[in-house]
């Protein structure tokens, strides 16, 4: 397992940024000396990955807050944090949105610099090419992953986008970082767009599951475009990936959860190790933050191997999903099913034809041990079974809070407010930004 890294450069960016969008002098470190060579370029790229591995981000709660904001799972524990997002009533001064905001743009800050400042490295043993793709995969992702938590994603004319910070911090003075705007919602996902194209592109083809690897990016691109309704180009995204990816379906549930390698079906993972830990089996086993909710033991059909994946531990129902009590659990950023999923989704919507998904949705039960499907009288009951299947696939993979409220279910199933569909702009944020407007229902102070 690769062990990664900070540089002194994103060591300074880690240590001395509370918010990356604050305009207060900081740290100064002079950037045109962080990329001299290959090895320096190399160096930075260790490190941006290193930084999806926070606690904030791929280390524990961007993964796990999402089924706690749905019903996937309850809190039993101790963190106001997480106390607040099981209730649906989100601060402006939540602990993770507080951090999360800012070690996000961290990670974009990152791979800004690899984008803008590689080319003009004099190295020949140097694959610039590579790892331009690799950079524009990553700040493609951290872009989405802001969008789905802080911008109106479901909303494509929304004004309620991203501000969108392109460029590397000038000598890592944090003081010459712009008050930016928000641009809108479409302009934020055609800079996501914009960027996997060019990571697609620039790839090689390259499968490595602990990279933003080719068909990383192609499946990215496939979630994206599922997002955006773009149904078309989501289909062709995701059946390359399935045809050409060279990817299986493990037969046994355990050999893709019961590991700290990746399986057969990673396509991406954010890699921990016993000397390089994430925080899942911690906050899943040990503690109580991240609970199963008693629904999600009660939906299973009879029979559903996936039913399986939970445990007890201390008199509380847990997943057991991340079963190393090292914590060299890695987060699953994209598996297999979740590309026979949106295929599935796609090949629906763009023929408006209830049963063009249904033989991919009976890929995923054959696995779990379950009768295929029928026929479906119209599109409402095709999208009942698929979200029966990315409930019972995805638990506890971050995908089904999203999932309710791109699929306008969050109000019926979870009672959820309108604008409580996204989470408010921390209020350290708009602190120091006179020109960053807050997400609509949220206060300013």
């Known amino acids: 397992m690769k062990k990664r890294y900070f540089i002194p450069l994103f060591a300074s960016l880690f240590i001395t940024s509370c918010d990356v ?3 207060e002098p900081q740290t100064s470190l002079d950037t045109d000396q962080a990329l001299i060579d290959g090895a320096s370029a190399q160096g930075v790229l260790s490190g941006t990955y290193s930084l999806l591995q926070d606690e904030d981000y ?6 796990l807050n999402p089924d706690l904001l749905a019903d996937n799972s309850v809190f039993e524990g101790f963190f106001d944090s997480q106390l607040e997002m099981d209730q649906n009533a989100v601060p402006i001064t939540n602990g993770w949105i507080r951090s999360c905001w800012p070690d996000i743009y961290v990670v974009i800050s990152s ?3 690899l984008i803008t400042g590689v080319d003009a490295i004099e190295d020949e043993n140097l694959d610039k090419t590579a790892i331009l793709a690799e950079a524009h995969a990553i700040r493609a992702l951290a872009y ?3 969008l789905r938590i802080f911008g109106e994603f479901y909303d494509e004319s929304s004004q309620f986008g991203l501000p969108l910070f392109l460029e590397p911090i000038p000598n890592n003075d944090f003081n010459q970082i712009p008050d930016l705007t928000r641009s809108t919602v479409a302009q934020t996902y055609d800079q996501i ?4 194209d060019t990571a697609i592109q620039l790839s090689d083809g390259n499968a490595d599951p602990e990279r933003m690897n080719f068909f990383a990016s192609l499946s990215l691109r496939a979630r ?3 997002y955006r309704k773009n149904y078309a180009a989501a289909f062709a995204d995701a059946d390359r990936v399935i045809t050409e990816g060279g990817y299986i379906l493990e037969e046994d549930l355990n050999d893709v959860y ?10 991406f993972e954010v890699v921990f190790g016993n000397q390089d830990q994430s ?3 911690s906050f899943t086993i040990r503690r109580d933050e991240y609970n199963v909710d008693a629904t999600l033991l009660e939906f299973f059909e009879e029979g559903d191997a996936r039913s399986a994946l939970f445990t007890v531990a201390r008199g509380r129902d847990r997943t057991a999903k991340y079963p190393d009590n090292t914590n060299a659990n890695n987060a699953k950023v994209f598996r297999l099913p979740e590309l026979y999923l949106i295929r599935s989704e796609a090949a629906v919507f763009a023929n408006n034809d209830p049963d063009a998904g249904t033989a991919d949705l009976n890929i995923l039960r054959t696995r779990a041990g379950l009768a295929d499907l029928g026929t479906f009288a119209d599109t409402e009951a095709y999208l009942d079974a698929l979200l029966y299947e990315r409930r019972a696939e995805l638990n506890f993979e971050g995908h089904r809070f999203f999932d309710l409220i791109r699929t306008d279910r969050s109000a019926t199933v979870l009672g959820l407010e309108d604008f409580r569909r996204i989470l408010p702009i921390p209020r350290a944020e708009l602190q120091v930004s006179e020109n960053l407007e807050q997400n609509p229902g949220y206060p300013r102070e």
């Open 21 to 23: 969008l604050e305009p």
């Open 58 to 63: 791929y280390g524990l709660e961007y993964t």
């Open 111 to 113: 791979a800004n610099l």
């Open 144 to 146: 989405f992953d802001l």
């Open 193 to 196: 767009l914009a960027d996997l």
């Open 224 to 226: 994206v475009n599922l």
């Open 258 to 267: 019961d590991t700290t390698d990746p399986s057969g079906e990673s396509i």
């Open 279 to 281: 925080s899942y089996n």
